[in-house]
């Protein structure tokens, strides 16, 4: 790969999206997801016995996993493919595919890229932009890991305790958190061009439909498909409307 | 978690909790120091002249807006996980769309119900079973094929999937969440702080663009805390736990 060509004001980011060291970031990530695996399913056979948990049940369980997974994987691999042409295959395999998510990792870049005052994918998107924007959702995404290290250990002991302090933080902070920021990142989208306008209506009548249908005919899995269709459609639509202007 | 488990069970169960007390944190710290070296390495090794208070201004405006919620996303989903399968959980990601229900499918295929050292140990094996599909369908499609057919498709198509693609995902997100959240109440103040931010505050005071994210979560957090029912104080139950910070946001 040509990491040569790096240039912080080039608006080519496939030297940067490509660069060997995010590949390596990227491997070293599979990597240590797998050795976990095998460290666990050898420490789950040895304890099977004293569940009373039969070794064909341990494969059995793996088994009916990897079968609900399926589903949910290609749902994910079609998020992370519609945003291959923005953070590249290193970034979108860590971040999206494992580790984050694709609401909170575009989310995050794209408030990063506002801190630059520039725009996520359009003539202000630069590899610079590209660079602070994959640090910043990276970091951002690591309070999670933090959060999950520092406190696994501390609930494990006190758990019961601790979430018996206020039911009602535990119920209204996240919502409100959650709400108050995509409502906020949706409407600046809005702001920026009656396309956007339009696009997000548009994805927000396909995830309406398909939720519907979800429900009234009782496919669950249209519920996890829902946010791959919704993005194909939206920017189905983004592309006739700029075509035919 | 633990059920007092007799003289005879409990050696098996300690070795396991020895084993995933030790590699669980060392998998899951490997994981984030890999992360954080690719994320300083393209920030400041790459050349770009990205200044240390640039990359912290970019992550101070992405703490300001979701650090509430990377703290208690966790502290929601320790009671359904259980310890051994936190490392596991917040190492691989997508626990609301993949892994729980991977791990309560293959539970009820054994009667068994969360909380106990069985299903803790029924959950882990599920949790692999689903990483391997996860895995093996995102080298496939994503990385193989997907980078395959990225490159063959016409550039306009890619400059509009690049340019679109924030609305795209913020109209359906959007949805789902206010759907799955299902407090009427808390949708209405943040509909309301959000315009307000955006729609009169920003125009009226450029310098807030920054941190207008960060300002209508607190915002949010503060009015929906203030008007929430005081009457009927809400009992959180597991089931209502994960739904809240699930599907739209993290993971």
Redesign the interface.
């Known amino acids: 790969m040509v990491?040569e060509a790096?240039d912080?004001g080039s608006k080519d980011i496939t030297p940067?999206i490509h660069?060997p060291?995010?590949w390596?970031?990227?491997i070293?990530?599979?990597a240590?997801?797998?050795?976990?695996?095998v460290?666990?399913?050898?420490?789950?056979r040895?304890?099977?016995?004293?569940?009373?948990?039969t070794p064909a049940?341990?494969?059995?369980?793996?088994?009916?996993?990897?079968?609900?997974?399926?589903g949910?994987?290609?749902?994910?691999?079609l998020?992370?493919?519609?945003?291959?042409?923005?953070f590249g295959?290193?970034a979108?395999?860590?971040r999206i595919?494992?580790?984050?998510?694709?609401?909170?990792d575009?989310?995050?870049a794209?408030?990063?890229a506002?801190?630059?005052g520039a725009q996520?994918?359009?003539p202000t998107?630069t590899?610079?932009i590209?660079?602070?924007?994959?640090?910043?959702?990276?970091?951002?995404?690591?309070?999670?890991?933090?959060?999950?290290?520092i406190?696994?250990?501390i609930?494990?002991k006190g758990?019961a305790k601790?979430?018996k302090v206020n039911?009602?933080v535990?119920?209204?902070?996240?919502?409100?958190?959650?709400?108050?920021?995509?409502?906020?990142?949706?409407?600046?989208?809005?702001?920026k061009s009656p396309?956007?306008?339009v696009?997000?209506?548009?994805?927000?009548?396909?995830?309406?439909v398909c939720?519907l249908l979800a429900h009234r005919l009782r496919l669950p899995w249209l519920r996890?498909w829902?946010?791959g269709a919704?993005?194909i459609v939206?920017?189905a639509c983004?592309?006739f409307m700029?075509?035919a202007a | 978690m633990s059920n007092k488990p007799s003289a005879d069970t409990s050696e098996g169960f300690s070795a396991f909790d020895r084993t995933t007390s030790f590699w669980g944190p060392i998998t899951l710290g490997l994981g984030l120091l890999i992360s954080l070296a690719a994320a300083l390495y393209a920030a400041f090794g790459t050349g770009l002249g990205v200044t240390p208070l640039e990359l912290i201004t970019a992550v101070g405006a992405v703490l300001a807006t979701f650090g509430i919620i990377a703290v208690i996303e966790p502290v929601s989903y320790f009671p359904i996980l259980g310890r051994s399968a936190m490392y596991q959980a917040f190492l691989i990601g997508n626990i609301a769309n993949k892994l729980l229900p991977a791990a309560i499918v293959a539970q009820a295929n054994l009667g068994e119900k969360p909380g106990t050292r069985r299903a803790e140990l029924i959950a882990g094996s599920a949790i692999i079973g689903a990483v391997l599909v996860h895995i093996t369908t995102l080298i496939l499609l994503v990385g193989v094929l997907g980078t395959w057919l990225v490159g063959m498709l016409p550039a306009p198509l890619i400059a509009t999937a690049r340019t679109y693609i924030l609305p795209a995902i913020f109209g359906a997100v959007l949805l789902q969440s206010v759907l799955a959240m299902k407090s009427r109440r808390t949708t209405i103040v943040a509909v309301v702080v959000a315009a307000a931010i955006v729609f009169l505050a920003v125009p009226l005071a450029p310098s807030l663009t920054y941190f207008a994210t960060a300002l209508a979560v607190i915002l949010t957090i503060a009015i929906s805390w203030f008007a929430r029912v005081k009457t009927a104080p809400p009992t959180v139950t597991h089931a209502e736990e994960t739904s809240a910070p699930d599907a739209a946001a993290t993971n």
């Open positions: 990491h790096v912080p940067l660069h060291v995010l390596a970031g990227a070293g990530v599979f240590v997801v797998i050795l976990q695996s460290i666990y399913f050898r420490a789950i040895k304890a099977a016995p004293a569940a009373d948990l049940q341990v494969t059995g369980s793996v088994r009916s996993g990897a079968v609900a997974a399926i949910p994987s290609l749902a994910v691999a998020i992370a493919v519609s945003l291959l042409p923005l295959t290193p979108v395999l860590t595919g494992l580790v984050g998510s694709a609401a909170f575009v989310a995050a794209g408030i990063s506002g801190t630059q996520l994918g359009g998107y590899q610079k590209f660079a602070i924007a994959f640090a910043a959702m990276t970091i951002g995404g690591l309070v999670w890991m933090l959060t999950a290290l406190l696994t250990p609930l494990s758990g601790l979430r039911p009602a535990m119920a209204i902070v996240p919502t409100a958190a959650l709400l108050g920021a995509f409502f906020t990142l949706s409407f600046q989208e809005v702001l396309v956007h306008l696009t997000m209506l548009a994805s927000a009548a396909a995830m309406g939720l996890e829902g946010l919704s993005i939206a920017l983004a592309y700029t075509s």
